[in-house]
């Protein structure tokens, strides 16, 4: 105690370094809060890109799938399209020739 009141430029010294430390401390734990809540949030980003991975290759499959069946469809509608005409064009022959026409020369 002695001391103390025999130095007390050194013990305010003392107090004022002591409260710099605390604010570094404060704001040292700010930080690491901070820091804590940007990994979550890393996390959550993280995990929201896996999620948009899977349902970009799901989408991916899908319309691939999609692009199949319908063309598929469409080679079918053409086949049916194409018999259609060929069943016109012999019917068409069928008549000319039978009706009396001259089909052979």
């Keep these: 105690m002695e001391y103390c009141e025999t130095h007390p430029d050194e013990v305010s010294k003392a107090a004022e370094v002591q409260k710099k430390v ?5 704001i040292m734990v700010e930080n690491i ?3 804590l809540e940007r990994g979550e949030k ?5 995990d929201k890109t896996d999620n948009l991975r899977f349902q970009a290759d799901k ?3 899908t319309g691939r799938t999609l692009r199949n069946k319908m063309w598929w469809q469409n080679f079918k ?4 399209v194409l018999l259609i005409v060929i069943l016109i064009a012999v019917i068409i022959f069928c008549s000319v020739c039978f009706s009396g026409g001259n089909c052979l020369e």
Aim: net charge negative; charged share 35%; hydrophobic share 50%.
């Design 22 to 26: 605390d604010e570094v401390k404060g």
């Design 33 to 35: 809060e901070r820091v």
């Design 42 to 46: 890393i996390e959550l980003l993280v």
């Design 59 to 61: 989408f991916h499959k």
């Design 77 to 80: 509608v053409q086949l049916i």
